[in-house]
């Protein structure tokens, strides 16, 4: 995940100081990455303890991977094209949470320069988490066990059509009496492929919100209105879309626009927007976690068991 400061941007005065296209006149001008990185390091080491508390090392392994080459692949696209960043942000969560974390984030501090260099940042994270994400998906669901379904045992969790293939795949088709019990590994992957999907949903600033206004420039706007409206129909199937819609609120619908959005995408980068659209759609679960909404007020109270 990455979040542009909208505040970030030139003085009109500015502007042709720096022009758009002298990429490598604003890398030699950008600050060292480890200046201020403390926190980071700090935040990351808080996140290891949770996460490898919530599932120990495998866990933690497989996890940390893919969001490390999430959030390298937004940093490093960032580096290419000279626009200052952070590095990752992890966020530790070691209470009512499955795997230790909320994920991690990036914070860009200086103005994107055009389109292509938003397209670029936008979908290099998803893409490089994804590509992680499918060995240890592949083995999560190796050492995962198919065990007889007992309700209200554990945690049920939504399978994205990625996730669904992999079993069939290596497991065949699984008999209705049985269930699919996931092992630190296979939780990773699970969260990995959910939190890819999240960040590729295209409404402002997050990274699917991103290649949107990269691609459609002033429709993006429509897009987001329209997937903000979706996620809150989401809510539909259970409370955990509640949350991410008034998260997905309170990260606005609107993208700020980059310093030049005349140049255009060219094929090659719409063709890499609709692999992103495929990963999105494989990805994407409408109930993460199969949480009803009786359950949920069960749970916290509201009506009796």
């Known amino acids: 995940m990455s979040f542009p400061n909208p505040s970030v941007g030139p003085a009109p005065e500015e502007v042709w100081v720096f022009p758009p296209s002298s990429r490598h006149l604003r890398r030699a001008l950008l600050p060292s990455p480890w200046k201020g990185a403390a926190r980071n390091v ?4 808080l996140t290891v303890v949770s996460v490898y508390i919530s599932g ?7 996890l940390l991977s893919i969001l490390m080459a999430h959030e390298m692949g937004h940093y490093v696209a960032c580096r290419y094209y000279g626009v200052d960043a952070t590095l990752p ?17 990036i914070r860009i501090r200086g103005p994107i320069p055009h389109r292509r260099a938003l397209f670029d940042i936008g979908i290099a994270g998803p893409l490089a988490g994804f590509v992680l994400c499918l060995p ?50 296979g939780l990773a992957a699970w969260f990995g492929l959910f939190v890819t999907a999240l960040n590729l949903i295209p409404i402002g600033q997050l990274d ?52 030049d959005d005349e140049p255009a995408l060219g094929p090659a980068r719409v063709w890499i927007a609709v692999l992103g659209l495929v990963v999105f759609i494989g990805c994407f679960v409408p109930n993460p976690i199969v949480w009803s909404w009786r359950e949920f007020f069960q749970a916290i109270g509201l009506t009796s068991r």
């Open 56 to 62: 120990g090392p495998r866990l933690v392994f497989g």
């Open 136 to 185: 240890v998906l592949a083995l999560g669901v190796r050492e995962a066990k198919l065990l007889p379904q007992s309700p209200g045992a554990g945690i049920y969790l939504g399978e994205p059509l990625f996730f669904k293939g992999a079993v069939w795949l290596m497991k065949g088709a699984l008999p209705d009496d049985l269930t699919l019990t996931l092992g630190p590994l």
């Open 89 to 105: 942000y992890f966020l530790p969560f070691p209470v009512f949470s499955l795997v230790g974390t909320l994920g991690a984030f």
């Open 208 to 259: 699917g919100g991103h290649v949107t206004y990269a691609v459609a420039r002033q429709r993006a706007a429509l897009v987001s209105r329209v997937g903000s409206w979706v996620c809150v129909a989401l809510i539909y199937f259970g409370p955990n879309w509640l949350f991410w819609s008034i998260l997905l609120r309170i990260l606005g619908r609107r993208h700020p626009p980059t310093l």
């Open 42 to 45: 700090v935040l990351f080491v």
